[in-house]
């Protein structure tokens, strides 16, 4: 890799706790990546139609709504992420990306798992499930996280502004350890004796298809909610120094290794033969 940029992209995430790649992965690999999914709204379909909850499968419907249509008359009942159901061949090569891998590496060395916590959200418009609040991955950990060494990516498949609620990212925050989360309905928030004071640093991440940005596991982030009237589709997921334990009782998929080369996931066929476990 090009040294200079990587040694920008180091410092930035080390000062801001992420960095945005534009135009990271080719327009025909986000369109393979809402193919596997479009494969998933189908499953959906075929399902709502069996229970005589729609008529109609809704299959001319654009990717960014087609998933609301389906749902629409039963909210309640939509799903919140995607998650157990990713072990799809057309995201194979989204979550090992050759080049990706590479700049995780020099982040985290040669050792790494694709961290047992990747999802496809469809962040609904104006739809409290999918409106995940100010927190830091670590929140939702247990055990000593601030020695987990983890890089965190997420990208959208449709474009993500204001509007339809883009992540937002409070600069620096990672270096302030674990901050106190409190339970809400649907999500842990961190308090708001440890936000208030920063909210006013808070800044908008907005990202076209392609794009991707590489966060810190202690970052604070959001999601602003959905205004507009299509869904705000987007994968996120977690690489880890494999050499360290998950703290969960999921140990994830190695995704590089120079130790155990036999147990990385080498293709799509393998990737499609495992589970998330």
């Known amino acids: 890799m090009d040294q200079p940029q990587l040694a920008l ?13 534009r135009d990271f992965f080719t327009p025909a690999l986000i369109e393979q990546a809402r193919d596997a999914l479009t494969t ?21 419907a654009p990717f960014a709504t087609r998933l609301l249509q389906l749902y629409r008359a039963n909210m309640a ?21 050759p080049r990706l ?7 985290l060395g040669d050792e790494i798992r694709l961290y047992p916590n990747y999802s496809a959200r469809p962040k609904f418009p104006d739809h409290a499930p999918t409106e995940v609040l100010w927190h830091q991955d670590g929140g939702y950990t247990q055990g000593t996280v601030e020695q987990l060494r983890m890089v965190n990516v997420w990208a959208p498949l449709v474009s993500a502004y204001v509007e339809n609620g883009c ?26 004796d440890a936000l208030a004071p920063r909210l006013a640093q808070a800044v908008n991440i907005e990202l076209d298809p392609g794009d991707l940005v590489l966060f810190h596991n202690l970052l604070f982030h959001r999601g602003l909610p959905n205004r507009a009237d ?33 147990q990385v996931v080498q293709n799509a066929a393998y990737w499609t033969q495992l589970t998330f476990q």
């Open 167 to 192: 992540m937002q990212f409070i600069p620096g925050t990672h270096r302030l350890g674990v901050a106190p989360h409190e339970r809400r309905d649907y999500y842990l928030e961190i308090s708001q």
């Open 40 to 60: 998933l709204v189908d499953q959906h379909a075929e399902q709502l139609l069996a229970a005589g909850k729609i008529t109609d499968r809704c299959q001319d």
């Open 77 to 97: 009942a939509a799903p919140n992420l995607l998650r157990r159901e990713l072990h799809l061949a057309g995201l194979f090569d989204i979550f090992f990306h």
């Open 101 to 107: 891998l590479e700049l995780v590496a020099s982040f």
């Open 9 to 21: 992209w180091h410092s930035q995430f080390d000062q801001e706790g992420y960095v945005i790649l």
């Open 230 to 262: 299509h869904i705000r589709w987007s994968l996120d997921w977690r690489y880890q120094d494999a050499t360290q334990p998950t703290l969960r009782k999921e140990q994830g998929h190695l995704a590089r290794s120079r130790n155990h080369p036999e």
